[in-house]
């Protein structure tokens, strides 16, 4: 079973975004000077850009192909206002493993770039549009994954002896056969989605939003599922945890993903979704965050990267020098081991203009 590979750095990270509610009553005061630095206070419910969770998909080859959304705030922008963002993704796979009649090798990279335009037509309500494009290819990071395998005597799960830098997407069992052995590239499954803040407080928003995946991506090249997705969520987000300088986030809810004809009898077309974010402001233009994602397996399958529930953890460092614009620097595990991605390095962008 392969170990997540950069568990130190993403565990290091995420553990000084929760050591902040140790040093609460500092923390406090340096947010509150940084504060002043921004021009006003946002009315309740509505977002500001550094007030975002991590956007986190599950970029491992098969889960990638369901609608699963990310993680967003509660809130919703000021009538009439727009917000644009651009998620650009790295990450890393390798699987090899055996179950009763089952065999699954995943080896390669999957590189991902997302545009997310935001409009609130109307007080309360946002529109929101999603439009990826992906490429599945060898890469060209297992020679330096395999290096920090070796400098801390990790267990790699064999992938020190597979060819480097290649792509090998294969399962077979006696029924069903899928595979992926040459690069591939192209626009994925477009989504657009829908929320609406239905409570609001001095501290907190609940929201609910439906959306739908369109099936403009290609199964047969792991740029999506081909087929129509629709999802419902139940979303909050609050500011000033139990008094302390942090904002948090969460998200439940339920896809129904369109029938995968590459996937078969095998395909879960029933599956939640969940997750959970924290954000703290340790400085005036700069936040720490960590945040957990799960999600039901896609398959029916005893490979646990296929049939066991997906865990993702996430830390970030957001740099965001005002209020119209921030970036996240993001490194994503699969701490459920083979569910999700290696890892995943990620750059987001965001813009609300004024």
């Given amino acids: ?19 902040g509610t140790c040093f609460a009553a ?3 005061t340096t947010a509150a000077t940084s504060a002043a630095t921004f021009s006003a206070t946002p009315p309740k419910g509505v977002s500001l850009v550094g007030e975002e969770p991590l956007y986190v998909k599950n970029l491992s080859p098969v889960a990638g192909l369901a609608g699963l959304p990310s993680q967003r705030s ?9 917000q644009f963002a651009l998620h650009g993704s790295l990450a ?11 065999a699954l090798n995943l080896d390669g990279e999957t590189q991902r770039l997302a545009l997310e335009l935001r409009y609130a037509f109307a007080p309360d309500w946002e529109l929101q549009l999603e439009l990826p494009w992906l490429r599945q ?25 597979a060819p480097g830098d290649v792509l090998d997407y294969r399962y077979a069992d006696p029924a ?112 720490l965050l960590g945040q957990l994602d799960a999600h039901a397996a896609p398959l029916d399958s005893d490979i646990d990267a296929l049939g066991s529930t997906a865990m993702l953890l996430s830390a970030g460092l957001r740099w965001q020098p005002d209020p119209t614009w921030a970036l996240d620097v993001t490194v994503i595990e699969d701490i459920a081991v083979e569910t999700a991605p290696d890892v995943v390095f990620q750059l987001d962008l965001r813009y609300r203009p004024r």
């Fill in 26 to 28: 500092k923390a406090a």
């Fill in 176 to 287: 069903l056969r899928f595979a992926l052995r040459d690069d591939s590239s192209g626009l994925g499954d477009a989504t657009l989605a829908l929320q609406h803040a239905v409570y609001h407080s001095q501290g907190a928003t609940v929201s609910l939003a439906a959306g739908y995946k369109f099936g403009s991506g290609d199964a047969g090249d792991f740029t999506g599922s081909g087929e129509g997705d629709v999802y419902a969520a139940l979303r909050a987000s609050g500011a000033g945890l139990a008094g302390l300088p942090l904002d948090w986030h969460a998200q439940a809810g339920y896809l129904r993903a369109g029938e995968v004809a590459m996937l078969g009898p095998r395909q879960e077309r029933d599956l939640w979704f969940a997750g959970t974010a924290l954000s703290w402001r340790f400085a005036g233009h700069w936040r």
């Fill in 92 to 102: 890393s796979h390798y699987v090899r493993d055996r179950a009763s009649a089952e």
């Fill in 1 to 19: 079973m392969a170990r997540p590979c950069c568990a130190a750095a993403a565990g290091t990270l995420l553990a000084a975004c929760f050591a």
């Fill in 137 to 161: 290819d060898g890469g060209f990071l297992d020679s330096a994954i395999d290096g920090w395998h070796d400098f801390w005597g990790m267990p790699d799960g064999g992938r020190g002896e």
């Fill in 74 to 82: 509660a809130a919703v922008g000021e009538a009439g206002s727009w």
